[in-house]
């Protein structure tokens, strides 16, 4: 069976600042993919960006860069010069081949963004 | 038009009260998946289709159960509602990818379930 495990219930940042979430995940399939999401205190949750084991470098999406280390199973995510509205909680979800395309979440960070 | 349709968005229910909430997309995505959200527990699905008629088990399956008897809609019943069933339910659809980007999942708004 997949996991996926956040480890930081919740993190802060200053407004302009990089910051990292991370994610771990473990399965024994070799074709998956790694998501991210970010689901504002809206309520909606909003795709971020993708990384797919097989990918050899890794993804970015404007403001936010996936860290993939392969070998550590690690897919961390990276918010380049935060802004207020990035404050929300993000979601590290990963999916294997197969398997009815059925997607497995962490537990989730509470990122804030200060002044 | 919004891709997916959750109804009921707000419901509050009495314990031993059946429940259903409603999915409705415009996709015409081939898979649907239930899924309820709770504090520290992140998203967990709950059931999933992945075709007309075709439904499976998820991980928190016991106490509910679905239905799927056209591709745009997807029912999840409660069949008896208890407290541990109030949460945030999420619909959502996707499409069999290949090769290349995959977006995941598209996502309902959900519905916030009391059961009091």
């Known amino acids: 069976a997949q996991k996926i495990t956040q480890t930081q219930p919740g993190m802060f940042v200053q407004e302009k600042e990089a910051v990292t979430l991370d994610c771990t995940y473990d399965t024994s399939d070799p074709s998956y993919g790694l998501f991210w999401y970010k689901q504002p205190s809206s309520g909606e949750m909003i795709f971020l960006i993708y990384?797919?084991?097989?990918?050899?470098q890794n993804a970015t999406e404007g403001r936010y860069s996936l860290n993939f280390q392969k070998a550590r199973k690690s897919a961390n995510l990276v918010i380049s010069a935060s802004q207020l509205g990035d404050s929300a909680m993000y979601f590290c979800?990963?999916?294997?081949?197969?398997?009815?395309?059925?997607?497995?979440f962490g537990t989730g960070t509470q990122l804030k963004v200060e002044l | 038009d919004a891709g997916i349709t959750q109804s009921p968005r707000h419901k509050v229910t009495e314990t031993g009260t059946p429940v259903t909430l409603r999915c409705h997309q415009t996709e015409n995505h081939r898979y649907m998946y239930w899924y309820r959200q709770d504090p520290g527990h992140g998203l967990r699905l709950i059931h999933y289709?992945?075709?007309?008629?075709?439904?499976d088990k998820g991980e928190v399956s016991d106490g509910y159960s679905v239905s799927r008897s056209k591709t745009e809609d997807f029912l999840l019943t409660l069949e008896s509602a208890t407290s541990s069933q109030t949460s945030v339910y999420f619909c959502a659809t996707s499409k069999r990818t290949g090769q290349g980007i995959d977006y995941g999942y598209t996502f309902g708004s959900g519905t916030r379930l009391t059961v009091v």
């Open positions: 979800a990963m999916k294997i081949s197969g398997g009815g395309n059925k997607l497995t």
């Open positions: 289709s992945y075709g007309v008629k075709d439904t």
């Open positions: 990384q797919g084991s097989y990918d050899q």
